[in-house]
């Protein structure tokens, strides 16, 4: 009588004897050392909400892709840890009444006890948490090394602010002019702020791009996000005063277009510029501007602005054109001054419209120019018209030449832009690491030295912040006043702290190394398991997260820690798990799904495998507890199929044997594409052929169950031990290598072909797999003799395919 599939006391046992035994070794058994693989989750922050079925997709199929490396020989990392710092740890803190330090270790301890659920490879050796002083020491000390090689400044000027979350926020963690956090609509203020200068590493951030092993859509997304362009930068000479303003442009061949300025309402000189008579109204339309976000201001459908009553003079034309301030224009993008050139671009001639100013085209089709412009003349090419010395050539040709001769003339210089910003890096928050710099009134802005790193975060009894534009770290004077380590003069210490993209920029390089309190790495350990092989998260930290990392990774490059420029060689990105209707899950919705009963009640291996089953593995799926079972009772049908074969003595057939070796390529070949839903699929349509083979022929052979043990190992590594072991085999089923198949062992002996006349199926013969098409014409029209009842014209044979007999009555 055969035992029973238990889940939990299989799972239970495998869990103890991998942790007294543990299969990820670094020699394999010959006591050879192993290549590594380093196979990477992006690290959660530690969440209240604890971990929901959609946490556990990731961090399935990352466990499974290990496996399968383990399988083909790698020593695997496989580190975990916690990104702990920041906003959603402090937020929830507040929320609760908690200090952070508490809720945050709670949130911790919590989310482990259910990641060791999911029995994956994690070496909890190599652990780290960005909240650990003696990890923050080296996100500090990068950021004393940037300092020192002039990639950390400090600037005062109008910043993202959350009014909820009360601090300052970059670019990239605005979404739809609200705080990617809270979802609060964000507005400007104007703080002094920790800048890190990504710009510089612009360039290299873009053009090795072509390097990585990653998802086009991802690498277009930073590619966008950096935006590359050419063009020029002009000066336009203001009427009646000795100020030029310079503007940024990629069509400096419509120069002669220009018909007017627009300057951002944060131009140094938008108030200045403003008459008499347009003071107030300048004045009113700047404080507006200053209460919109920069995504809502460039996506506002209708456009606004005000006439300052001052003009620039066109250095070409030698006009007066009128100087306008729109909050369309962005500060912090080129020069924070446009020239418009309403003909040839969609907004300046919607503004134009609007204002009633002149509309002059410069490019025309074919010469030809339009009488009465119903809108922008937008093509890439055309012939120059209206445009001085310039007229008749063509706008392709110039748009190249063009910057090179305003610079030759002196109206400016050629010029690449980007629409990548300098990274805004403090916030106004308690809970992050603070920054080690010390305010020094006689010399300046002076770092915090290296050996009495880290510096660490006061514990305080008041973490709420403040709103005022300072962290609450401000107010603790004991921690604040210090002296200065060059001069030794009373000095205060900065009192913003980082963001939380800081230790999350490089934690993967400290896994391997994390108990080093002399280096960040060292040099050996890098060598021997960086890069990151396989780096494994959710499409939604395309920008930032990835971004900071890849900035981070080659700024150690150049300061020699390392020896790499890109962080992570490959790339996968899972899709999300939703609720109902495809909603995301979220405890406030009520749709949250915890992997905590569903373990309970059908096992991990039964999660595990569900959670691949769902769906293309990069799509998001939606969740139906439902559908478990199915798998369920796959395992329940393989254990019952080794119960029932592990004492027999069979001598497998050549159809089993053929089977076997399907079962291998189709396992191996989905799995290498990451088709992994299908791999599932595969699973269970194979285990039904060895059934009704081994039906046929007496039972199944123990060397065909003991393949299917380990291919199945990956997925379902408690149940796959079991039957490894049920099999009467020894060791660890992960001491195995992965399974090769025998294309020859996988050739069909006969084939069941359809027998057609004039395309109509009348007949399904069976004939040797590689019978000659003579042969197979003649068995066709033997099976199909009583039905042909005309003259026979044509006979057709596709191999393996179909017999088509062609007839004329």
């Known amino acids: 009588m055969s035992v029973p599939y238990n889940h939990k006391a299989i799972e239970q046992k495998w869990r103890k004897r991998w942790e007294e035994n543990p299969v990820n070794t670094k020699v394999d058994k010959n006591n050879k050392k192993k290549e590594k693989y380093y196979c990477l989750d992006m690290f959660p922050y530690p969440s209240a909400n604890g971990l929901h079925v959609g946490h556990w997709r990731g961090y399935v199929i990352s466990d499974v892709w290990s496996r399968y490396k383990l399988l083909k020989g790698h020593y695997i990392v496989h580190p975990m840890g916690w990104d702990a710092f920041g906003l959603p740890a402090e937020n929830y803190a507040i929320k609760i ?14 989310i482990k006890k259910q990641i060791n659920e999911i029995s994956a ?23 004393v090394k940037m300092f020192k090689e002039g990639l950390a400044y400090e600037k005062e000027f109008p910043i993202n602010w959350c009014p909820s979350c009360k601090t300052g926020l970059a670019n990239e963690e605005v979404v739809n002019g609200a705080c990617e956090r809270c979802g609060t609509t964000v507005t400007k203020k104007n703080l002094r702020q920790w800048m890190l200068k ?19 859509k991802v690498k277009k997304m930073q590619s966008d996000w950096i935006g590359k362009s050419y063009g020029a930068e002009v000066d336009f000479p203001i009427d009646g005063r000795d100020e030029k303003i310079r503007v940024y442009t990629t069509r400096p061949d419509t ?15 938008a108030q200045a510029l403003a008459t008499e008579q347009q003071k107030a109204e300048v004045e009113k339309y700047i404080n507006e501007a200053s209460m919109k976000s920069n995504v809502d201001r460039l996506q506002d459908k209708e456009k606004t602005g005000v006439f300052t009553g001052s003009y620039a003079i066109n250095p070409l034309s030698e006009e007066k054109v009128p100087i306008w301030i729109s909050d369309y224009v962005l500060a912090d993008y080129g020069t924070g001054a446009i020239m418009c050139v309403p003909a040839h671009d969609d907004r300046d001639f919607e503004f134009a419209k609007k204002f009633g100013i002149t509309i002059r085209q410069v490019i025309a089709k074919d010469g030809i120019e339009i009488e009465d412009m119903q809108e922008a003349y937008t093509e890439a090419n055309g012939t120059m018209i209206n445009s001085g010395s310039w007229n008749g050539e063509e706008s392709a040709k110039l748009k190249i030449e063009a910057p090179k001769e305003i610079e030759e003339r002196g109206l400016g210089q050629a010029t690449v832009n980007f629409k990548l910003r300098d990274w805004v890096f403090s916030r106004q928050r308690y809970w992050g690491e603070p920054i080690p710099i010390i305010h020094c009134p006689k010399c300046g802005n002076v770092p915090v030295p290296e050996e009495e790193l880290p510096l660490e975060l006061p514990k305080v009894e008041s973490y709420e912040p403040t709103g005022t534009g300072e962290s609450p770290l401000a107010g603790i004077d004991e921690w604040v006043n210090t002296t200065c380590p060059v001069c030794g003069a009373a000095a205060k210490r900065e009192t913003n702290t980082m963001p939380q993209w800081a230790g999350s920029s490089w934690y993967f390089l400290r896994y391997i190394d994390n108990q080093n309190d002399k280096e960040l790495v060292s040099k050996e350990k890098a060598k021997e398991f960086l890069p990151v092989d396989m780096y494994i998260g959710g499409v939604e930290h395309a920008v ?18 390392i020896d790499f420029v890109e962080p992570f060689e490959k790339l996968f990105n899972q899709g999300m798990i939703t609720g109902k209707n495809g909603v995301k899950m979220s405890k406030s919705k009520g749709n949250v799904v915890s992997p905590d009963d569903l373990v309970n009640d059908y096992g991990c291996d039964s999660l595990r495998m569900y959670e691949l089953f769902v769906g293309p593995p990069e799509l998001d799926a939606e969740w139906d507890d439902r559908g478990i079972d199915g798998v369920n009772r796959y395992l329940k049908r393989v254990w019952n199929l080794v119960q029932e074969n592990k004492d027999k003595e069979v001598t497998p057939s050549k159809e089993m044997i053929r089977e076997r070796n399907k079962l291998i390529y189709d396992i191996t070949t989905r799995l290498d594409s990451f088709s992994l839903n299908t791999v599932i699929s595969g699973f269970m349509e194979h285990n039904n052929n060895l059934i009704a083979i081994g039906k046929k022929e007496g039972g199944v052979d123990k060397e065909t169950l003991s393949t299917m043990a380990v291919l199945l190992s990956p997925f379902a590594p408690h149940i796959a031990e079991e039957i490894w072991e049920e099999l009467g085999n020894e060791g660890s089923v992960f001491e ?6 025998n294309q020859e062992a996988m050739k069909e002996d006969t084939i069941e072909v359809p027998v057609q006349i004039n395309g109509k199926t009348k007949a399904v013969i069976q004939i040797d797999a590689n019978i000659s098409k003579e042969d197979a014409i003649a068995a066709g029209k033997e099976a199909v003799k009583d039905k042909i009842t005309g003259t026979v014209v044509k006979e057709i044979y596709v191999p393996k395919k179909i017999i088509n007999i062609v007839q004329k009555n």
Do not use: C
Not at 97 to 110: D, W, Y
Not at 198 to 216: F, N
Not at 255 to 269: C, D, I, K, N, R
């Open 544 to 561: 930032l997260h990835l971004l900071y990392s890849r900035f981070y990774t080659k700024f150690l490059y150049d300061m020699g820690v």
């Open 255 to 269: 120069l002669y277009g220009a018909t007017f300025m627009v300057l951002a309402p944060e131009h140094e000189l």
């Open 198 to 216: 990504i710009t510089a590493y612009a360039d290299r951030l873009l053009d090795d791009l072509d390097q990585l092993d990653w998802p086009e």
């Open 121 to 143: 490879l994690y070496d909890w050796d190599m652990e780290v948490n960005t909240t650990d002083p003696k990890f923050y020491k080296w996100t500090q000390w990068i950021f």
């Open 736 to 741: 195995n290598e992965w399974p090769e198949y």
């Open 97 to 110: 009444g908690v200090h952070p330090a508490k809720s945050t270790a709670e949130n911790v301890e919590n």
